[in-house]
C-alpha cells in the first residue's frame, strides 16, 4: 500500500473510444468529449459512445460531469453525415430514409441511448458547456439534470433549418426548462442563447468566465456530494416526478419518500 507522502497515480480513463473518454474517481465519474480539431461533431458512433460509457459507471459514481475539450462543447451533427455516402459502416441518411418503419425507428432509437442515461435516477449529471452547443450538441447537454455554461455559450437547435426536427430527446427537458413557446420559438429560429438568457430562463443553472468553468463545476458536483444518496436519490425522483402528478398525489409521494427515509434513519427500513 502507498504511503501518504507518495504520489498518487492519476486515474487511468476506464473507456476511451470514438471521441468519449470516461475516468472515474471515486464518486465523480466524468465524460469527456475529445475530438477538438472537429469542434467534438457527433456521429452514431460517439453516440454508442456515450451509451457504453453510461453503461460502464459503477456503483460508487454518485455524479457524472460531461465536459468537452476544445473551444466549442459540441458543434453538432458531423457533417459529414448529410453526404450522400454518410459514414463509414453506417447507413445514410438516403439509406434510413428507403429503409422499412421499424428499421427506422430502431435505429434512431440506439442513437438515443447516448442521451437517455444521463438523468438515471441514482446518478447527477453535470453538463459543464463551453463555445458552442448547437443541435446535438445542445441536446447532449439538455440530457444532463444541471447545465453549468461558461459566459461565451452559444446554444442552438438547428435541426429545425435543415428540415429535420431535434430527435436526441431534447424536446422534453427544453420544454420544461423554458416553456413550450420559447422553446418552440428557439427550434424554429434556429437562433443562438447565449449565457445571460440561458441563466434568466432556467436552461443554465449558473453562468462564469470560461477560466472558472471547471472549478464551479467541481464546486457544484462537491455541494451535491455533501448530501447524504439516498435522500437526494429520492429528492430526484420527486422533483422530476412533480409535472405528472397533481398536487394530492405529490404530496402522497412526499410522504411516501419521508416514510422511507425516516425508517432508513432509524435503522428500520428494509
Keep these: ?114 442521451f437517455t442515461w444521463w438523468r438515471r435516477s441514482d446518478i447527477v449529471s453535470i453538463a459543464a458547456v463551453q463555445g458552442h452547443a448547437i443541435g446535438a450538441g445542445f441536446q447532449l447537454a439538455l440530457a444532463c439534470d444541471l447545465r453549468v455554461v461558461a459566459d461565451d455559450v452559444q446554444f442552438a437547435m438547428r435541426e429545425t433549418s435543415l428540415g429535420l426536427v431535434p430527435d436526441l430527446t431534447g424536446t422534453h427537458p427544453l420544454v420544461g426548462l423554458v416553456g413550450y413557446a420559447r422553446a418552440l420559438e428557439i427550434c424554429a429560429t434556429g437562433r443562438f442563447v447565449h449565457a445571460e438568457e440561458a441563466v434568466s430562463t432556467g436552461l443554465a443553472n449558473v453562468a462564469v468566465p470560461a477560466d472558472q468553468l471547471a472549478e464551479a463545476v467541481r464546486d457544484l458536483a462537491s455541494a451535491i456530494l455533501a448530501a447524504p444518496r439516498d435522500a437526494v436519490i429520492e429528492t430526484k425522483a420527486l422533483l422530476r416526478g412533480a409535472s405528472d402528478r397533481d398536487y394530492e398525489e405529490q404530496r402522497t409521494a412526499e410522504r411516501a419518500a419521508q416514510a422511507r427515509r425516516l425508517r432508513d434513519l432509524a435503522g428500520v427500513g428494509e
Design 1 to 114: 500500500m502507498a504511503s501518504p507522502d507518495q504520489d498518487v497515480v492519476p486515474d487511468v480513463p476506464a473507456f476511451d473510444k470514438d471521441g468519449v473518454q470516461l475516468t472515474v474517481d471515486d464518486a465523480i465519474a466524468t465524460v469527456t468529449l475529445t475530438n477538438p480539431a472537429k469542434r467534438n461533431a457527433q456521429s452514431p458512433a460517439l453516440w454508442r459512445a456515450l451509451a457504453e460509457a453510461g453503461r460502464l459507471l459503477p456503483g460508487s459514481v454518485r455524479v457524472v460531469v460531461l465536459r468537452a475539450e476544445g473551444k466549442s462543447f459540441s458543434a453538432g451533427l458531423d457533417r459529414q453525415a448529410f453526404t450522400p455516402e454518410g459514414f463509414d459502416g453506417e447507413p445514410s441518411f438516403v439509406d434510413l430514409a428507403r429503409g422499412g418503419d421499424a428499421e427506422l425507428d430502431a435505429t434512431i432509437a440506439e442513437y438515443q441511448e447516448g
